[in-house]
């Protein structure tokens, strides 16, 4: 599209010829939407190219994604672990996902949930994370959907969600240890109440008002291996011990 010269007041009196104006969509909106896109490749890509999953690119497509922004780089971005998230900012990215567990495809909240917690040591042959019970227990992928879909449900798919503690390092010598409490709204599992004696129809489901629960994040700082300087869940208490 060619610049169309727009004349000012100042110049229409003098008889100055106009100014061309420069337009941000020269050759059409499309084509200027497709430069950008292409741009947030190549820099998606040099990010790539610099290693570690710690970037600055990396992390502003996984706020894009959090925040449901419709985004072709962000939308097949994984939340990854990265050294730049302080827990805080973690326990966000994994209460946002549980919150909306089945956007932008079933259980990527626990999947997100998965991905943020802290592995088995670098060598093993499958990928195992710490268990969220207090048990040092370590889980495959499917052990540990299990495991929230039974004992943590009322996180997935939860009305709302909050800080309800500082993050809080609870020993003196130690500083890669850091525990934060959430206060979750849900309404409990419905369930089906049994037939009464001497009928065979069972009563509807039981429809539940919203009830409040507290959850206690442990965070670890990993020392050493690819997760290094990266803060991930080592465990989730039920009750607040941030007190």
Request: charged fraction near 20%.
């Amino acid at each position: 599209m060619a610049a169309t010269p727009v004349p000012s007041k100042g110049t229409a009196r003098l008889g100055c010829p106009a100014r061309p104006t420069i337009s941000p969509f020269k050759g059409g909106r499309i084509q200027f939407r497709k430069r950008v896109l292409n741009t947030s490749f190549c820099l998606s890509a040099e990010d790539e190219c610099k290693g570690g999953g710690g970037n600055l690119g990396e992390v502003f497509n996984q706020f894009v994604f959090l925040k449901g922004i419709k985004s072709p780089a962000a939308a097949g971005q994984r939340l990854n672990p990265s050294p730049l998230l302080p827990p805080t900012a973690v326990l966000e990215q994994a209460m946002s996902m549980l919150q909306r567990n089945d956007w932008p495809e079933p259980d990527s909240g626990v999947l997100a949930a998965f991905n943020l917690t802290l592995p088995a040591k670098d060598g093993h042959e499958s990928r195992t994370v710490r268990s969220w019970q207090a048990a040092e227990e370590w889980l495959s992928w499917e052990r540990f959907h299990a495991l929230l879909h039974v004992s943590y449900n009322p996180l997935i798919n939860c009305d709302s969600w909050r800080m309800v503690s500082p993050l809080v390092f609870p020993s003196e010598r130690f500083d890669n240890k850091a525990i934060q409490a959430v206060e979750v709204r849900a309404r409990p599992r419905q369930g089906r109440t049994l037939a009464p004696a001497g009928t065979h129809a069972a009563s509807p489901d039981v429809t539940t008002a919203l009830r409040s629960y507290t959850y206690t994040f442990c965070w670890e700082r990993v020392e050493s291996g690819s997760f290094k300087d990266c803060w991930l869940i080592s465990g989730v208490r039920v009750g607040n011990y941030a007190l």
